[in-house]
């Protein structure tokens, strides 16, 4: 039955990421690694795609060149599509469209001014999908497109259903956490939290809407000694009551189905945005590709990788795709180069024991990269977003 279970799984999660738009909004806090990698024009990085909205972040603070990576076209298609209405729109419809999830003109402008920037997988993307975009009604959003768009829709109807969402929403107006605090456990724990919603999130289907893999799913359970819905419950609860939530757009983006102007990701305020329109956003590069495939292709080298939680998926099952794609890595790594990334586990166990070739000789990762465990413990608890069980700050070892 396990076994059944976890063919099962699979076939979902592979189903849903191979057929779909997954992500529509970063679920990383671009604040936190900003804090960390000390961009500036001499450095180059290249990450995971996701949504695009953090490397828009990044490109705030002016790297040489960003190479954005994923595998799913679609999430390039989002990012070449938030690309090309910062070159072409003005900050009123660029924020109508990414800030509040559309506009009824979307299409006039997607055929006038943003198709003819966008590759060809892109173009043939939103020609069919440019509905996305199209608000027919004022309750229409972008942001309820894609399986995490899904979730959160359903997320939002469950808290409205519940007579929690409207309290929901006002937590990101108080001041002070004790505020917050009394209104999470005089109001909205107990009424969230109930049986039927804790067997919900437990499921496959829920996990993968969400992106998480059956191996990101197996770390989080070994290494917390809890399930799926009682980490989640953990992690809600640091959110609402340990953590000001006036400016957590990641929560609310989920409530709310859109951004408000004074919760939104950096790249949609009006200094910024100006900011990119004047040329910053030119050193965005996507690439539609596993990261270890452009890393071999590449010729150049780079001061940042931003794995995001990606390794989680490939530790179980592919070992030895994870072998590879470090192999790649450090090739690809200058001196002193620094890795980021995430996990759904308390502690990541599989990196360090990896044996690449470095250097004409045999050695383990793990034995290559020092590790800054003490701000990466100081500034995990800050994340905004917080459904990861753990954060790594990594360099290459002069």
């Not at 024009?41 to 953090?54: L, R």
Request: neutral net charge; hydrophobic residues 40%; proline residues 3%.
């Amino acid at each position: 039955m396990n076994k059944l279970s976890n063919w099962a799984s699979k076939k979902i999660f592979t189903h849903v990421h191979s057929n779909h738009l997954v992500y529509n909004t970063c679920w990383e806090d671009p604040r936190i690694d900003r804090t960390v990698m000390a961009l500036d024009s001499t450095k180059d990085i290249v990450m995971i795609t996701s949504a695009g909205c953090n490397a828009l972040d990044y490109a705030l603070d002016a790297p040489r060149s960003i190479h954005a990576v994923d595998v799913n076209f679609r999430q390039n298609a989002l990012l070449e599509l938030k690309i090309a209405a910062i070159r072409h729109l003005d900050y009123e419809d660029f924020f109508s469209l990414f800030g509040e999830g559309g506009h009824p003109s979307f299409h006039n402008w997607y055929r006038s001014m943003l198709r003819a920037e966008l590759s060809s997988d892109s173009r043939d993307y939103w020609d069919s999908h440019g509905f996305f975009f199209s608000r027919n009604t004022p309750a229409d959003s972008f942001y309820h497109r894609g399986t995490t768009g899904v979730f959160g829709r359903l997320l939002a109807l469950y808290c409205r259903l519940n007579g929690i969402l409207e309290t929901a929403l006002r937590m990101f107006e108080l001041e002070d956490l004790k505020a917050q605090r009394d209104l999470y456990f005089g109001v909205i724990r107990d009424r969230f939290w109930r049986n039927g919603v804790k067997r919900a999130l437990g499921t496959s289907l829920a996990m993968s809407l969400i992106g998480v893999p059956l191996a990101q799913r197996k770390h989080l359970e070994e290494t917390c000694s809890q399930g799926i819905a009682d980490f989640m419950e953990e992690c809600m609860e640091s959110v609402f009551t340990r953590i000001p939530m006036t400016d957590n757009y990641f929560w609310r983006l989920y409530l709310a189905g859109r951004y408000s102007r004074e919760c939104c990701p950096e790249y949609l305020k009006p200094s910024n945005f100006e900011r990119l329109k004047n040329g910053l956003v030119d050193c965005i590069q996507t690439h539609t590709c596993d990261l270890t495939s452009f890393l071999q292709a590449y010729g150049g080298t780079f001061s940042h990788f931003v794995l995001l939680d990606h390794m989680d998926w490939l530790s179980t099952q592919e070992n030895h795709l994870l072998q590879k794609e470090w192999q790649s890595s450090l090739e690809r790594a200058r001196t002193g180069a620094m890795f980021l990334w995430r996990s759904g586990g308390r502690k990541v166990d599989f990196v360090d024991p990896l044996c690449v070739n470095f250097q004409g000789r045999e050695q383990r990762v793990g034995d290559l990269l020092t590790y800054d465990f003490a701000t990466a413990d100081r500034l995990h608890p800050l994340d905004r977003v917080h459904t990861y069980g753990s954060f790594y700050i990594a360099k290459l070892a002069s």
